[in-house]
């Protein structure tokens, strides 16, 4: 999984992000433009992937702010901290692994420079200029190129796997943050103030 930084409507929009994902046993590809690389786009297009696909084993990202949190040492639990991206994928129990080089993350560079001449000229043809417009053409464009590059895992099974029972991934793919309970059973949280209607005997919340 990476995020590729690229002129994609070569000047008919603004510059913008493809957050790639190539599965390593049968090189299977899924994509969705972004105007950035961060969280949210993470978050989003990761519950998008596993809606088609479930959950993978693990994950191999860079050691981009978004997947790594710059925090140094450890947590109070004495684990090392983790980003939000990085939290929610841990709750789902799916390994997180980052390279350290580029050539670790080969296959999706590769990928990235292949669409970044196929997928471009395609959306030229069309006109595209902007993520709504590129997405939709995605929906269209992945399938058959699966169809026609993909290749059958060199072992049988799929190690994909569902959605624990009751988990819902809108829930994990968040940003969380842990407030105090005032006296009142309010939090702060960005400037206002927010009323805690279930009865709780907590003195902190997410």
Known sequence: MDGSHHDWYEGRGGKTVLMGYIDDATSEVYGRFYYYEGTMPAMDSFRRYIE?????????????????????GLDESGEEFLSEFGRAVKEMEVELHHAYSPQAKGRVERLFRTFQDRVVKDMRLRRIKNNEEANYFLEEYLPEYNR???????????????????????????????????????????????????????????
């Open 52 to 72: 088609i696909n479930g959950l993978p084993m693990c994950i191999y990202v860079d050691r981009h702010t978004t997947y790594k949190s710059t925090s140094k």
């Open 148 to 206: 026609r590059f993909s290749v059958k895992a060199r072992e049988g099974g799929d190690l994909h796997r569902p959605l624990p029972k009751g988990m819902d991934s809108r829930r994990v793919l968040c940003m969380k943050s842990e407030r105090v309970f005032r006296n009142d059973f309010t939090i702060a949280y960005e400037s206002n103030l927010y009323q805690i209607l279930d009865k709780t005997k907590a003195d902190k919340t997410m």
